[in-house]
């Protein structure tokens, strides 16, 4: 019981806080455009939003129709029901069609699970080609994210890179000279798709996705696309691109978003203690040395497995009666805020 109770709390203070930032959203003609999948995309009928599929035959999948140096990047999804083991949507910028040996990329990227099992979401930090030295967390969302869209964000600027879920920030990475190209520095376009990854995506790999079940369909709305475009077709000069883009980033730094306000923090480390199935930053079985962006502490780390796994945060059973009580308890806090 008191599981769920810290769950509603969690639905209570997002729910909330979806109301803060101020994004203007786009038609998905603005700013998209096909990528793959035939007739497995299909927009909205007021254009803006898209229905990506996936059948036994293709996924689909939709590519901005710019690339961006920096920028603040967000949709809102609504994830497939029922058996969607090995299941991947993903919502991410990336150039590697362009930089093929030193792309850069940053990832949401959302594993489906066998039927009554919770979807997993991934982040993932690549710089100048840094896949072998990934920066992968992994979390459980306090909501279902079937039932209905939650929105999901990416903000990029020159020094710091924060993901957001219904504007609580997740996750903050802040750049250090440590870090060197590992922090991504070219223009990236941005990408929403949605493929099986029967090969790795649920329990590494064991469960494959069962067509039997679909077609699985993903649902995006409330587009945005806030960022300085680019060309990387013609030569990258970061002096010039920089340059070319301060006033964006000045907008973008001075951004509702952008401003991590104590409350800000104080949610988003509430959230990765109670939702964080693993963090790269205290994973020792693969990495010898400590990322520079981690802030690791003794305490914290007791709470991690030599390989980056959570301790203390499982996954869950999805059930009817279970999110019914969850519902309950948080129409029980609106009545007491309500009260007050």
Known sequence: MARVFFLSLILLVISVSTQAFHVETISFDEGYKHLFGEDNMVK?????GVNLVLNRYTGSGFISSNYYMHGYFSASIKLPKEN??????????SNGDVFQKDHDELDWEFLGNKKGKEWSV????????STMRGREERYLLPFDPTEKAHRYSILWTTNVIMFYVDDIPIREVIRSEAMGSDFPSKPMAVYATIWDGS????????????YKYSPFVAKF??????????NPIQQFKPSVDLNRCASTEVQLMTADFAVMTPKMRSDMRRLREKQMTYTVCYDSVRYQNVFP??????E????????GESKLV???????????RSQLAVGSLYSSQAAD
């Open 314 to 324: 499982k996954p869950r059973t999805r059930s009817s009666k279970r999110r019914n």
């Open 293 to 298: 962006d981690c802030d690791n502490t003794p």
């Open 84 to 93: 969607t083991a090995g299941v991947v949507v993903a919502f991410y910028l």
């Open 44 to 48: 909205t009928v007021d254009g803006r």
């Open 221 to 230: 709305s409330d587009l945005v696309l806030q960022g300085c475009r680019s």
């Open 199 to 210: 090969a790795w995506a649920t329990d590494g790999g064991k469960v494959k996705i069962n």
């Open 300 to 307: 914290e780390q007791e709470k991690f497995w030599h390989w």
């Open 122 to 129: 991934q982040t993932n930090i690549y710089g100048n080609g």
